[in-house]
Nanobody, 119 residues
Framework: QVQLQESGPGLVKPSQTLSLTCSVS??????????WSWIRQPPGKGLEWMGA???????YYSPSLKSRTSISRDTSKNQFTLQLSSVTPEDTAVYYC???????????WGQGTQVTVSS
């Protein structure tokens, strides 16, 4: 059973960098052909895909967030990390990490973590 768990600060100040980690158990983040994504849901809005890192380490980002987003991984810890810079209150959301097999649907999700951007 694969499990994903998000961790990071629940409150970030405007203009700072949001940093979240997804810890994965029950499966390796380097296993072919899985992709590991960050997805968020602002209050009252739908899910927004932010970006992903592949089993190979290749990254892809949402065009709307690409300039502020960085996803990296630590294979020794089986974790991948999201960094979102220059945050504003509009970045307030529940942030999820999730796994997909290639272009298939997401089959495992973390429980989500609330991040609020406020001074």
């Amino acid at each position: 059973q694969v499990q994903l768990q998000e961790s990071g600060p629940g409150l970030v100040k405007p203009s700072q960098t949001l940093s979240l980690t997804c810890s994965v158990s029950g499966g390796s983040i380097t296993t072919t052909y899985y992709w590991w994504s960050w997805i968020r849901q602002p209050p009252g809005k739908g899910l927004e895909w932010m970006g992903a890192i592949a089993y190979s380490g290749i990254t892809y980002y949402s065009p709307s967030l690409k300039s502020r987003t960085s996803i990296s991984r630590d294979t020794s810890k089986n974790q991948f990390t999201l960094q979102l810079s220059s945050v504003t209150p509009e970045d307030t959301a529940v942030y999820y990490c999730a796994r997909a097999n290639g272009l298939g649907p997401y089959d495992y999700w973390g429980q989500g973590t609330q991040v609020t951007v406020s001074s």
